[in-house]
Nanobody
Framework: QVQLVESGGGLVQPGGSLRLSCTAS????????MGWYRQAPGKQRELVAVISNTGTTNYADSVKGRFSISRDTAKNTVYLQMNSLKPEDTAVYYC????????WGQGTQVTVSS
């Protein structure tokens, strides 16, 4: 049973920063892709950022230049550094690991508000 456990969400003011972590129960390089998705109330889940097992990254246009995805293979952990946060970044953020199947974490709430 693969488990993905997120942490690091919270309440932050506009312009602030947060770092999300996602720790997997197995070698993260065994996933073809690992990424972060988010879902705001009343909206569909959307891709935020992904990193392939070769290290290639991709970002949603809305977060380019503000968010950065990275990984620590020794810790089986993927990070999402979020800077210059905006109220529209408010959502539940989910970690995803993709092989032939999709694995999801339980989600962590990020609220950007003054």
């Amino acid at each position: 049973q693969v488990q993905l456990v997120e942490s690091g969400g919270g309440l932050v003011q506009p312009g602030g920063s947060l770092r999300l972590s996602c720790t997997a129960s197995r070698n993260i390089l065994s996933f073809a892709l690992m990424g972060w998705y988010r879902q705001a109330p009343g909206k569909q889940r959307e891709l935020v950022a992904v990193i392939s097992n070769t290290g290639t990254t991709n970002y949603a246009d809305s977060v380019k230049g503000r968010f950065s995805i990275s990984r620590d293979t020794a810790k089986n952990t993927v990070y999402l550094q979020m800077n210059s946060l905006k109220p529209e970044d408010t959502a539940v953020y989910y970690c995803n690991g993709r092989t032939l199947l999709d694995y999801w974490g339980q989600g962590t709430q990020v609220t950007v508000s003054s």
